[in-house]
């Protein structure tokens, strides 16, 4: 076979054959077929699109290019949840511990913040001591011990997507039905899952701009899971504003830790509520949705989800002290109120403004090598829907750099303040 | 800026600006854009298109990319001819010392085989000794001499398509509009022409299938030469056959000095002709086109364009003997005759079939180090239209290698002779 013939044959709307799909991403992994090609042939996909079965082809081989867990006897009770991705989204961290508590087994492997939205892996790692980057052998005993652990992709596991997605993400073909399924599903499916939710963003902070883009990515996804014999629910979340209170590592730490104590902002708990509900569905801890809020609730209401949390934060080398003492992960070194120039009400925040203008004073990365600055980050105050007097604090940002005050007029523009008063929406669009 | 979002942009079908392409093409040639996002984006071009604009901006920026070869006081007499390339097609050997001969001066800078097409500077490198790598400078100087020379691409000329191009090979991104007018009209305008004119080839033998897609071909080049302030006529010709009776390079070179002795096959004296008298009529050697043919015979009968012709082989470095004796270009040591299974007509003869075939005995390259065994080729005495008996000779074949047999099994099946009888047609199809 000829690179070059396959890259025409999809770049003119033909379709692949299996054959051709094997052929391009083992040739690519061995160094047999080049970036350069390898990139040409993304953006044919992305621009003419592939079917069920390329799709299906192609996330057999991203699969097949790594190992797969396997949990012996799972009953059906290895669920996991997915996020494409938001700004505040610290979703995982407090659900995990939940659905573990609940009697769920969550293997889940996380990724690092992209372009302007956080991840799960960098909060994580905010713990003084925490470890991500931890052997798979450990990784299955820490899930069967602990009910749960949140590790790193590793290079045991799908090792195609981590070399495609390098690719993608500085080639403008991220945004891809095809691509995005087989980069999820081949990672989740290798995790040795039964289930899998997940929280698909959609809105101006998102990956995903609108419904319709989401509903065609859903119906991939839920098809593909399908014929790997994975039961997938799929949660459609507005990424329209930040989720919950804080944005930022170890603020987002902190709020994780207040919401298992009880204390939570009201759409953060929305989305992570509605997601366990699911996920308790399917691995059969509760009999209907209706059941979910009160099983859930317990576990919080016990203290036992914090319990399970502080051992997860210890069993991966971190310091489970701080879920008592939120000084040991450390403070930023100035704070900067955000100020209301009028007021009104709050129609909107714009997070993927937020997102990019925290990346300034160390919040995120601009490049892969880019170090962190855990303590960075912004509270919010103010929230869509919320009412704000003139020379009101909307919010506070948190810095170490002398860029906080560039950063804290760019997040103060990113709120929309009206006269009239606003509806709040709740964060749930649609369920496929 | 940032190149993927230019990627993004261009993905999404939106117009680049004129600092976009700037950016892109200049930071690429320093190596501040990778191989991979360069691809990226010929593929987003090559499916998403450029407007106008775009395209004269692109084109603006491979000629700055080099050096421009200016002639003084030119009076509009600097003619070349550019091929889009195709199978025996010797045209640019015969054409240029009969248009150097009638008064216009012609600075061909041509191009080496591509696929299963033949390039003009592997033919003249059949003669032994004959350099087709010279500096501009001694270019410049041959050109004012003898009114013309054939020199292959110099660094120093365009180098941001000598780059780019050389990727798009490998990408499937050489059949667009845009990238092909950029490439073309950039190396012509920068060797100093006064006006073109473009043998653009159609058919299945060719890069151009069809004469829809050549016309809009045909429009781009044509309305970006008039924008750099040069006139372009191009001729459509049909490629679906060979051109001529030889394919293979010293065989080629062969046909071409008896072609200026006054023996051609039909169809090459057509094109050749018809090329020449809009060069002739564009430099204003003649004032009316039915004025040339007289013009060009002249050339031909007095014996001067085939005096021209050896003259330009000795400036070159080659030996001028080979216009009296062919033996000097060496010979091939097997001949294989291609023999008709069935009498009838010839309907069609499958030129792409033959061209890659004939790369199996060495008279084309696979990749770009592969050596050139330049007496193989083919002869061809039947051409489309002719009447053929059962074991009559279609062809002969000349080789070197054990692939002799294979290889003339191909030829044959690419034969398609039919009972009725078949119209000779004319290999113009059209002019813009």
Chains 1, 2 share one sequence.
Request: proline content about 2%; charged content about 25%; some cysteine.
């Amino acid at each position: 076979m000829n690179p070059t013939e396959l890259i025409i044959k999809k770049r003119d709307g033909k379709k692949l054959s299996k054959e051709g799909i094997h052929f391009f991403t083992t040739e690519y992994l061995v160094g047999n077929i080049s970036e350069y090609q390898m990139s040409a042939m993304l953006m044919a996909i992305l621009l003419k699109g592939m079917d069920f079965d390329e799709t299906y082809w192609l996330t057999q081989e991203y699969i097949s290019s790594g190992e797969v867990i396997k949990f012996e006897n799972t009953n059906g009770r290895f669920i996991d949840k997915h996020s494409t991705g938001g700004v505040g989204d610290k979703v995982s961290i407090v659900l995990a511990p939940i659905a573990a508590e609940c009697g769920l087994f969550v293997p889940m492997i996380s990724g690092r913040g992209l372009e302007h939205t956080g991840g799960t892996l960098d909060k994580l790692e905010s713990i003084p001591g925490f470890q991500t980057q931890i052997p798979l052998k450990r990784f299955k005993e820490l899930v069967l011990q602990n009910h749960f652990a949140i590790i790193g992709q590793s290079k045991e596991i799908v090792p195609a997507d981590r070399r495609i997605y390098a690719l993608r993400d500085v080639t403008g073909t991220v945004e891809s039905i095809p691509l995005m399924t087989a980069s999820i599903m081949s990672k989740k499916i290798s995790s040795g899952i039964d289930g899998l939710v997940i929280d698909l963003k959609v809105g101006e902070g998102a990956f995903v701009k609108d419904l319709d883009t989401a509903k065609k990515l859903a119906e991939s996804l839920s098809k593909i899971g399908a014929k790997f014999g994975k039961t997938v629910k799929i949660l459609f979340t507005n990424m329209d504003s930040p989720l919950g209170s804080c944005i930022g590592n170890s603020l987002e730490i902190i709020e994780c830790i207040e919401f298992l104590k009880g204390n939570y902002q009201e759409d953060l708990k929305e989305v992570t509520f509605a997601l366990l509900a699911e996920m308790l569905l399917m691995g059969k801890i509760v009999k209907a949705k209706n059941q979910a809020e009160e099983t859930i609730m317990q576990t919080i209401k016990s203290g036992k989800a914090l319990q399970r949390f502080a051992k997860f934060v210890e069993l991966q080398d971190g310091n489970p002290g701080i879920v008592n003492d939120y000084s040991i992960l450390g403070k930023a070194k100035y704070a900067l109120p955000i100020i209301a120039e009028k007021e009104g009400y709050v129609k909107d925040i714009n997070s993927k403004e937020i997102g990019w203008a925290l990346i300034d004073v160390g919040a995120g990365r601009r490049k892969i090598s880019d170090k962190i600055d855990y303590t960075a980050g912004l509270k919010l105050s103010k929230k869509v829907g919320d009412y704000v007097q003139k020379n009101e604090v909307l919010g506070e940002l948190f810095y170490n750099n002398g860029k906080g005050e560039r950063v804290a007029d760019r997040i103060k523009k990113s709120y929309c303040i009206v006269k009239s008063s606003i509806i709040k929406k709740g964060r749930i669009l649609g369920i496929y």
